[in-house]
């Protein structure tokens, strides 16, 4: 089935063809945004393409810039240098060949389904019979039929990620993008949405060349894609390696292939890049560590306890994937737990095992106290907790005010990663004893005798 309108005027061959012809591509890639002291990396050096007749997936981990990186894909923000090029013209605004699904549907709550999916081409000044008729279109294809007349309001969250993959796909764009399109939804309606879209895709009844998915599910990279581009996030995001997923359709989850790709690309996202420090140290001299380059990752202690504690008992070392399967978390819940044991010391990453280091059985093993006092020790270590602590000095009445360290950070981070920085700080300097903070006055302070 094809919709009757065309909004350019190069005719696709109908359904995911792959004739292997370019239609997205940059080239040196770099994005920033401006703070308080400069611009600040979000994303660098990306070099990508995206071909007729494939599903490319973004993976990585919170930070790592998938979205940023899709909206330039999409020309929604511009390039701080660098060039995105459609069908090997530059971008020099919104993308004319993509169209975008959100993860918040992002329908307007006043108008019907049949409405919401008609606003891009009502936006492309198609006449109304010509709407109605791609619309109605769209709406069937997509299992929507039966709803046209209700809103927003009426339907169940993935009814209403339905309208919005409908007003995406009725302009036929060369290229569809998703941005998380199934992390809004419970966990049996996105696979059921999930599996019905590759039926789609693979019957050729899909109504676009090429797919950009955003994720930070690798099942879900792995069962849809066709390559997965991993991103990584220190200290702003780089491609760190491109997988081809080359499994046939459908996929089986059960597998042994599926269940080793999916290894392989947990390997990838846990792992260091070749040229930095070994495992379970963000730099080979912790005296050489700055603030601009260690970020405190977003975990607090109960959290990052907890997964020590989880290693512990299952005897110093687990298998990453299999935590996660059982824990029943995605790999962004589980990395920032991850990186925090890694910056402490108390747990490295080699392979697909997480193993607890020296350190970290003796934090895991000692009592309440002596933990503490454990965790003092590495906390000083870490180069924002460090900042704070030699800032005070010990001294009594010593107080040092968080815009300071918001100055310092904002050089190097967004204000929001500032912000999870100094909560994370926040956490460990208390647990540790190391210092206090007083929220009403925005300040650090001493720790009080005793503690």
Not at 20 to 29: I, P
Not at 57 to 76: F, H, V
Not at 316 to 330: F, R, Y
Request: negative net charge; aromatic residues 6%.
């Amino acid at each position: 089935m094809r919709f009757p309108f065309r909004s350019r005027a190069v005719e696709p061959v109908p359904g995911p063809d792959r004739d292997d012809e370019v239609l997205l591509e940059t080239v040196g890639l770099t994005k920033a945004y401006a703070g308080a002291a400069g611009e600040l990396p979000v994303l660098s050096g990306i070099d990508l393409t995206v071909r007729a007749g494939e599903i490319v997936a973004l993976l990585g981990r919170s930070g790592s810039g998938k979205s940023t990186l899709l909206r330039c894909l999409a020309g929604l923000i511009p390039p701080s240098s660098g060039t995105v090029r459609y069908r090997g013209t530059p971008l020099a605004g919104a993308n004319p060949g993509t169209a975008l699904v959100f993860q918040t549907f992002a329908l307007l709550p006043w108008l019907t389904v049949r409405q919401n999916v008609e606003l891009g081409l009502e936006a492309r000044g198609v006449p109304p019979r010509e709407r109605a008729r791609a619309a109605a279109q769209a709406v069937d294809l997509i299992g929507l039929a039966g709803f046209e007349s209700a809103y927003p309001k009426e339907l169940s969250g993935g009814m209403r990620q339905r309208v919005g993959f409908a007003r995406a796909l009725v302009v036929e764009p060369d290229v569809l993008m998703m941005d998380e399109p199934f992390s809004a939804l419970d966990v049996l309606t996105a696979e059921n949405l999930r599996g019905e879209l590759m039926e789609l895709w693979d019957s050729g009844q899909f109504p676009t060349r090429a797919v950009v998915l955003v994720t930070h599910n690798i099942e879900e990279a792995v069962l849809m894609a066709d390559r997965i581009v991993v991103l990584g996030a220190r200290p702003y995001g780089t491609i760190r390696e491109t997988v081809e997923v080359a499994l046939e359709r459908p996929r089986d989850r059960d597998s042994a292939p599926f269940d080793e790709l999916v290894d392989r690309v947990y390997r990838i996202m846990t792992g260091r890049p070749k040229d930095t420090r070994p495992p379970g140290r963000t730099d080979p001299d912790p005296d050489r560590r700055t603030v601009a380059g260690t970020p405190l990752p977003p975990a607090g202690v109960d959290g990052l306890s907890g997964l020590a504690e989880t290693i512990a008992h299952r005897g110093g070392s687990c298998d990453l994937a299999g935590l996660a399967d059982e824990l029943g978390l995605d790999i962004d819940d589980l990395l920032p737990q991850v990186d925090a044991l890694d910056l402490l010391g108390f747990a490295e990453v080699h392979g697909d095992d997480l193993l607890l280091t020296e350190a970290g059985a003796a934090y895991t093993g000692a009592d309440a106290q002596d933990s503490r006092a454990v965790f003092a020790a590495a906390a000083l270590e870490v180069p924002l907790i460090k900042l704070i602590a030699n800032s005070l000095g010990g001294r009594p009445g010593a107080t040092v005010r968080t815009g300071f360290l918001r100055d310092l950070l904002g050089r190097h981070y967004t204000v929001e990663q500032t912000d999870r920085q100094l909560e994370t700080a926040t956490d460990w300097g208390r647990y540790a004893g190391l210092f206090a903070y007083d929220a009403d006055r925005q300040e650090y302070r001493t720790e009080a005798p005793g503690r």
